[in-house]
């Protein structure tokens, strides 16, 4: 099994920037493939971004390029998801999702955190 906490959501203003984290233990070795997914009220859940295990690749979501960056620490089982430029349309729970396959808005790895908010006023 795999335990993924995320942390650093909370509420921002329009412009402004968050960072996130999530934190995996666990038999992470066999899970190498993470990234990021959000779900807004009354939405289902969608990808945000991908990176690969020695983060040398990495693909978002069209809605997020160029103002999310992902980033992994794999000495510290360590997944990041910079966010630049918030919009109140980013509002939604960021969830970190890891698994054995590479992840893409159609494929979603096996374990998932128990979801950060993230809140964007005007």
């Known amino acids: 099994q795999v335990q993924l906490v995320e942390s650093g959501g909370g509420l921002v203003q329009a412009g402004g920037s968050l960072r996130l984290s999530c934190a995996a233990s666990?038999?992470?070795?066999?899970?190498?493939?993470m990234g990021w997914f959000r779900q807004a009220p009354g939405k289902e859940r969608e990808f945000v971004a991908a990176?690969?295990?020695?983060?040398?690749?990495?693909n978002y979501a069209d809605s997020v390029k160029g103002r999310f960056t992902i980033s992994r620490d794999n000495a510290e089982n360590m997944l990041y998801l910079q966010m630049n430029s918030l919009k109140p349309e980013d509002t939604a729970v960021y969830y970190c999702?890891?698994?054995?396959?590479?992840?893409?808005?159609?494929?979603?790895?096996?374990?998932w955190g128990q979801g950060t908010q993230v809140t964007v006023s005007r």
């Open positions: 999702n890891r698994g054995t396959r590479r992840i893409t808005p159609n494929i979603q790895g096996e374990y």
């Open positions: 666990g038999r992470t070795y066999s899970t190498l493939f």
């Open positions: 990176i690969n295990w020695s983060g040398s690749s990495s």
